[in-house]
């Protein structure tokens, strides 16, 4: 693992979403409109915690900007930032499984 990431888990569920959606370069309006998409609707960004978010993000190294055209500023995972998702989905996958053997509820 680059560093020491586990400090940054566990992920909430917007960041988890935002930083998956900057798996490829995209802009604010299209991370909005990707985590809503991916989520089935069940995660909605407004623009002051997604902006709020890329600020920390940003900070942290998690992501960069690589592009600004007009105002339109476009980001996208850094090495860190990968491993720290997937690191997430790791410990995602382990909770689903255990989720999934418990059938008697």
């Known amino acids: 693992m680059t560093e020491n990431i586990t400090r940054y888990l566990p992920?909430?569920?917007?960041?988890a979403y935002i930083l998956l959606a900057l798996a490829e370069p995209l802009h604010?309006?299209?991370v909005m409109q990707k985590v809503e998409a991916m989520s089935a609707g069940?995660?909605?960004?407004g623009p002051g915690t997604l902006y709020g978010a890329f600020s920390t993000l940003e900070a942290?190294?998690?992501?960069?900007?690589v592009e600004e055209v007009?105002?339109?500023k476009s980001y996208t995972l850094?090495?860190?930032?990968?491993?720290?998702?997937?690191?997430?989905?790791r410990r995602s996958q382990i909770l689903v499984e255990n989720g999934s053997i418990t059938k008697n509820w």
């Not at 069940?42 to 960004?45: A, G, S, W």
């Not at 850094?78 to 690191?87: A, N, P, R, W």
């Open 70 to 72: 007009e105002r339109r």
């Open 28 to 30: 604010g309006y299209g």
């Open 60 to 65: 942290e190294k998690l992501i960069v900007k």
């Open 42 to 45: 069940t995660v909605k960004l």
């Open 11 to 15: 992920l909430t569920e917007s960041t």
């Open 78 to 89: 850094t090495e860190k930032g990968k491993s720290l998702l997937k690191e997430h989905i």
